[in-house]
Nanobody, 123 residues
């Protein structure tokens, strides 16, 4: 079965950096997109970044372009999200997701989700 496990969250001051990781097993990259989502208290879940099916394209939310970078270690089946210049607005639970999606930032289209990892940006 498909399993996704996130790690790397924590507490960081504004302007700092964190790198999240997501190890995915039980699926083929040719079949499933791999996305990062986040959800802040009182807000809806939003897409952060995504590798398209087959890993041929990468998408970023406008709010994180130029600050966040996603990458993949194929051998380790691990997707990374490098987050720089963090602000309090980046606070939330970050989730890794996978599925045969059409719209990369539509959470409803993803079939599988990790447990989430908390990112808190605060002084």
């Amino acid at each position: 079965e498909v399993q996704l496990v996130e790690s790397g969250g924590g507490l960081v001051e504004p302007g700092g950096s964190l790198t999240l990781s997501c190890k995915g097993t039980g699926f083929r990259f040719e079949d499933y997109a791999i996305g990062w989502f986040r959800q802040a208290p009182g807000k809806e879940r939003e897409g952060v970044s995504c590798f398209d099916k087959g890993l041929y394209d990468i998408h970023y939310a406008d709010s994180v372009k130029g600050r966040f970078t996603t990458s993949l270690d194929r051998a380790k089946r691990t997707v990374y999200l490098q987050m720089n210049s963090l602000t309090p607005d980046d606070t939330g639970v970050y989730y890794c997701a996978a599925g045969p999606v059409v719209d990369w930032d539509s959470a409803e289209q993803y079939d599988y989700w990790g447990q989430g990892t908390q990112v808190t940006v605060s002084s």
